[in-house]
């Protein structure tokens, strides 16, 4: 397993933060606004249904996802977001969120079981 930084040396970033701030951010699955500091990377289709490909996310839109949708529900929805976009509940969090900062954060409802 590679290391993340040099044996009993001080961690280095790889990254070049020039090149990071360049390169597009891409917009949010869910609601289409741009993507703030933290970013999820999230399955359309649960792992445990067969799902690889994933998508970028903010935190706040995948736990609405996970609190409305069962991974049967998911997998049946797959890569479009359209079709979680035209659950009632979805629909009116997407109308909320689309005037927030990207990177605002709030307490999402429960799972309903």
Same mark, same amino acid.
């Given at each position: 397993?590679? !290391? /993340?930084?040099?044996?009993?040396?001080?961690?280095?970033?790889?990254?070049?933060?020039?090149?990071?701030? +360049? +390169?597009?951010?891409?917009?949010?699955?869910?609601?289409?606004?741009?993507?703030?500091?933290?970013?999820?990377?999230?399955?359309?289709?649960? /792992?445990?249904?067969?799902?690889?490909?994933?998508? %970028?996310?903010? %935190? $706040?839109? #995948?736990?609405?996802? $996970? *609190?409305?949708?069962?991974?049967?529900? &998911? #997998?049946?929805?797959?890569?479009?977001?359209?079709? &979680?976009?035209?659950?009632?509940?979805?629909? /009116?969090?997407?109308?909320?969120? *689309?005037?927030?900062?990207?990177?605002?954060?709030?307490? $999402?409802? /429960?799972?309903? !079981?």
């Amino acid at each position: 397993m590679a !290391r /993340k930084h040099p044996k009993g040396g001080p961690w280095v970033d790889a990254s070049d933060p020039e090149q990071e701030d +360049a +390169a597009p951010k891409e917009p949010c699955w869910l609601c289409g606004r741009p993507l703030g500091e933290t970013t999820v990377w999230h399955h359309p289709v649960p /792992k445990s249904r067969g799902g690889r490909d994933v998508v %970028p996310m903010h %935190p $706040i839109c #995948q736990q609405t996802v $996970i *609190a409305n949708f069962t991974n049967s529900e &998911l #997998q049946r929805a797959g890569m479009d977001a359209s079709v &979680l976009r035209d659950n009632p509940a979805v629909r /009116k969090f997407v109308d909320w969120v *689309a005037n927030k900062d990207p990177d605002f954060t709030a307490t $999402i409802t /429960k799972k309903k !079981r």
